[in-house]
């Protein structure tokens, strides 16, 4: 559905991709692990069009990606949660949740209202704080409400830049029971992930990645058994 | 003593005039500053154009001697294109002078140099096409002086509390516009975090281009009413209720909406108490010692942000 083929991705001197090959197959959740700075974020970054590739190719669905503005790329059915969240901290949660479904403008009203409900039923945290202020919110809403919106859009694809970043162990459960229900409705997601264990639990498929390389792929449980894997990221000696 | 107080009640209706269209001028500034961040110093020249379309408009009907000027049917007739094609002209100056530069990755100094380039080719465009010699409005055929009540023996004038309405009519326009509907979610997105709005799938140049559009429309009217009020008008007039208007917005606090409307009315009441008890040839320099003032106490404006809040989001 999503390949990425040899991206290199500069930001001046500092070489930050140094020829990444990476594909997202329909229907599944594929995990990209790796420490800081490895990355992972100018992936998604170079995915969703807010960086340019310095060379390579990123193809969405058969059509090539990497010289659309951000918003032609969104509306052909990419949605991206960021590192961080930035949600629209000075509005609402009900204004977020609006701006989330921007590329279905002109759309009837009672569509984006229903979505809007199912959001709800995902998240019922969110229903009741429709018209806080959304950058009053806790860590966890706010993670709840990056997503909302996100899903907003009715993506094909979504990305998840290292969504449980800050959040409490309870709340890093039920954002992964979530995601893991919303693929099983049938999304493909991108995920991006510190916590290695955590993410191929609910990945079918994984990358490694090192200081701007792929240094290992496979299935989760290939990546599970593999060394490098275990060394440096589930922390087995 | 007793002369000043007389005449306080009709120097605050004046100065409320004033500083609401102090405040319509400022809305330009903040708007802009909201969306990028950087200060279109070419706004006031807008606001100066708004006058002269204005003034011409106002020139042709007189000269079709259409009977009497009702304000009622006069009034749209000046502001409308007055709005439109300030509007108009405040995308065109986004386009031309700024946008090319901020598309080439420029620092924050490029645009503010270019912006006082824009300022100075619009006062030289309306200087050679309408000459170095001031305008007349002629008020009185729309307005006429003796239209004036009498509210606890203070005499005001009509067109004073026309041009407050007015004002307050457009501010609540912007307001529910921003806050209300879908443009104004756009706006406000881009405001807050550009990248994420783009994530969004908003059109970025173009929620610039139309925060320009509103924010020039409403300095165009606010040149309509000025011209109206003072009834003289040249190419050198956006100068200096250009740097008052800032100076609202900067009170206020810049990037604030709400700010620019309540600096602007302030420092119009500020100014014309401070001609009225000081004198006023003093009056900008009360006005801008209170602007520091206030800046040394809460340099963010009265209802901006800390700034450090503002760069965590």
């Not at chain 2, 490029?110 to 309408?130: D, E, K, R, T």
Request: hydrophobic share 50%; with cysteine; charged share 15%.
């Amino acid at each position: 559905m999503l390949e990425l083929r040899q991206i290199v991705s500069q930001y001046g001197p500092v070489i930050a991709l140094r020829g990444v090959d990476l594909t997202v197959r329909q229907g599944e959740i594929t995990c990209l692990l790796g420490g800081n700075a490895a990355g992972k974020s100018t992936i998604m970054k170079t995915i969703i069009g807010l960086v340019r590739p310095t060379s390579g190719t990123v193809s969405f669905e058969g059509q090539t990606l990497n010289k659309l503005p951000t918003r032609a790329i969104v509306s052909r059915g990419i949605a991206l949660v960021p590192e961080g969240r930035r949600i629209f901290g000075r509005m609402t949660v009900w204004e977020n949740l609006a701006l989330g479904a921007h590329v279905r403008r002109g759309r009837p009203q009672a569509e984006i209202d229903e979505d809007i409900e199912r959001i709800y039923g995902l998240f019922p945290r969110l229903r009741e704080r429709v018209t806080q202020v959304a950058g009053t919110m806790s860590g966890g809403e706010q993670q709840m409400l990056a997503m909302g919106r996100a899903l907003m859009a009715r993506p094909r694809l979504l990305l998840l830049d290292e969504p449980s970043m800050g959040l409490s162990p309870a709340f890093v459960d039920q954002v992964f029971d979530i995601i893991q229900a919303i693929n099983r409705q049938g999304m493909t997601i991108l995920l991006v992930e510190q916590n290695a264990n955590v993410a191929l639990s609910i990945a079918q498929r994984g990358y490694v990645l090192t200081t701007g390389r792929i240094v290992a792929s496979g299935t989760s449980a290939e990546l599970l058994a593999a060394d490098e894997v275990r060394h440096a990221y589930l922390g087995e000696a | 003593m007793a002369d000043i107080l007389a005449i306080l009640p009709q120097q605050l209706v004046f100065g409320l005039s004033l500083g609401a269209v102090y405040g319509l001028i400022a809305l330009g500034y903040t708007m802009v500053y909201g969306v990028l961040s950087m200060i279109n110093f070419a706004h006031g020249e807008v606001f100066m154009v708004g006058a002269y379309i204005g003034w011409a408009v106002l020139t042709v009907l007189i000269g079709h001697a259409f009977g009497g000027l009702n304000p009622l049917w006069v009034l749209p007739v000046l502001l409308i294109p007055a709005m439109l094609l300030c509007g108009g002209l405040g995308v065109v100056i986004e386009r031309v002078a700024y946008r090319p530069l901020y598309a080439r990755g420029a620092s924050r100094l490029g645009p503010l140099i270019s912006a006082v380039g824009a300022s100075i080719v619009l006062q030289n465009a309306v200087m050679l096409s309408q000459g170095a010699r001031m305008k007349v409005y002629m008020t009185n055929l729309v307005f006429p002086a003796d239209w004036r009540f009498n509210v606890l023996g203070v005499s005001i004038s009509v067109l004073s509390i026309v041009i407050i309405v007015i004002s307050l009519l457009l501010m609540w326009g912007l307001v529910t516009l921003i806050q209300r509907t879908a443009l104004g979610r756009s706006i406000r997105a881009v405001a807050e975090d550009r990248e994420m709005a783009s994530v969004m799938g908003i059109d970025v140049g173009r929620v610039v281009s139309m925060t320009f559009f509103l924010g020039s429309a409403l300095g165009g009217a606010a040149g309509v009413l000025i011209g109206l009020y003072y009834t003289q008008i040249d190419f050198m007039m956006g100068y200096a209720a250009g740097l008052k208007a800032f100076t609202a917005a900067v009170l206020g606090g810049i990037g604030n909406i709400k700010g620019a409307m309540m600096g602007g009315l302030l420092l119009g009441v500020i100014e014309s108490l401070a001609s009225t008890f000081i004198n006023p040839a003093f009056k900008d320099v009360v006005t801008f010692a209170v602007l520091i003032l206030a800046l040394i106490f809460k340099p963010e404006g009265l209802f901006g942000e800390p700034l450090a809040d503002r760069e965590k989001i």
